[in-house]
């Protein structure tokens, strides 16, 4: 189950928003195949493992990270293709979340002879598709919302400037992030005030599609974002109606997408996920500024933050991760569960999880 969980991480960047899943068969103690899922739409892992095995796989036991699939899909029904090769024995890391399966792949094995074996290594089964078992379960993208800061919590100094806080280990593994996820967000004071590109700078990474929140569609025509946006997919969400304005971006090679605002001042994030979920973005990465951050987290769109701390003191008076409106009294705080710590150089990284009750 190990092998198969690396086998399905293969996939990252490229599958969604179907799950990373990964299989491996063993038959008499060794391995005679092993596959991921691929690319979106293309063969599950169970017919990629079947079809790289390099003797029958009769009498086989087949690990795989998620429970086979039982309906007709882009693909036909793996349990099918389990039950035509003879396999014998089959050991599953979770049930699929998705209610055309839902124990209903398993039950189909059983029926068929075929031993059944239920969460070997769950927990990590689980973990690898965190966006997936979100996504199919809400329809809405799983959002986290990512900053640097200083041991201070500032996210800039008191002039503005803010490159960099973060170390290079740190920005890293935030291109790693980019590549996972299928989108990325940012408040249009972002995108004024660093002109950032917002890809993915890995070698054979994903670009997220670009998110800015934009409310009276004031975007430079300039910047860098709208000057890339023919090759890598922007997405300007607006309150704006103005169909010159909007057709000017549009020639640029941007979406814009008109959403109705909440207190005609605000774009209104919940419709704006329900939307984004509609079409196929399961995931998107918040990266700013800090008045997006607050919006995002009072609607409660926001799943997971991640902090990376840098030991640095900024002092003055300067700029902290999550501004808006903020709450009176700490009683009343947005709570986040016990949070997971990582290094990256001289930075930690805390992710914590949003209690939602
Ligand atoms: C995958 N890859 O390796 C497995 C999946 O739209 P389809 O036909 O590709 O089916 C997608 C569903 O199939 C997915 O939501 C999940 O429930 C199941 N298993 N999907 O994309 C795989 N094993
Ligand atoms: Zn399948």
């Known amino acids: 189950m190990k092998i198969a969980l690396e086998m399905a991480e293969k996939g990252i960047g490229k ?16 391995i005679i195949g092993k596959g991921y899922h691929k690319t979106y739409g293309g063969l599950h892992a169970e017919r990629e493992a079947l079809k790289s095995c390099f003797e029958n ?58 031993a059944v074996v239920e969460g070997v290594l769950e927990a990590e089964c689980r973990s690898l598709n965190t966006i997936f078992f979100h996504y199919i379960k809400t329809k809405t993208p799983y959002i986290t919302l990512k900053y640097a800061m200083t041991i201070d919590g500032k996210i800039a100094t008191k002039t503005g400037a803010s490159r960099w806080i973060s170390g290079e280990d740190s920005r890293i593994n935030v291109h790693t992030d980019r590549n996972t996820y299928s989108a990325i967000m940012v408040g249009l004071n972002t995108v004024i005030s660093d002109d950032p590109l917002l890809n993915c700078r890995l070698e054979q990474g994903n670009d997220p599609i670009r998110i800015i929140c934009d409310t009276n569609l004031k975007t430079p025509l300039d910047s860098k974002i709208v000057k890339t946006s023919v090759d890598n997919k922007t997405i300007i969400v607006t309150k704006s109606h103005d169909e010159k304005l909007i057709k000017l971006y549009e020639d640029c090679g941007c979406d814009v997408l008109v959403q109705e605002s909440l207190d005609n001042d605000r774009i209104d994030l919940r419709n704006l996920v329900q939307e984004l979920g509609s079409r196929g973005i399961d995931s998107i990465l918040l990266e700013g500024g800090s008045t997006l951050a607050w919006s995002a987290l009072e609607a409660g769109i926001v799943d997971k933050v991640q902090a990376y701390i840098s030991p640095k003191i900024f002092g003055g008076i300067a700029k902290t991760p999550v501004a808006g409106k903020g709450i009176d009294f700490p009683d009343n705080a947005i709570r986040l569960s016990k949070p997971k710590v990582r290094y990256f150089g001289e930075d930690i990284l805390l992710e914590s999880e949003v209690l939602k009750c």
Request: charge should be positive; glycine fraction near 12%.
């Open 15 to 30: 599958v969604n928003p179907n799950p990373l899943v990964g299989a491996v068969i063993v038959k008499d103690n060794r």
């Open 57 to 114: 796989p009769s009498g086989a036991t087949m690990y795989v990270t998620l429970e086979p699939c039982c309906h007709y899909g882009k693909t036909p029904p793996c349990v099918d293709a389990i039950i035509e090769n003879g396999i014998s024995r089959v050991v599953v890391g979770i049930r699929d979340p998705n209610p055309l399966v839902g124990g209903k792949g398993i039950d189909k094995l059983r029926k068929n002879g075929i």
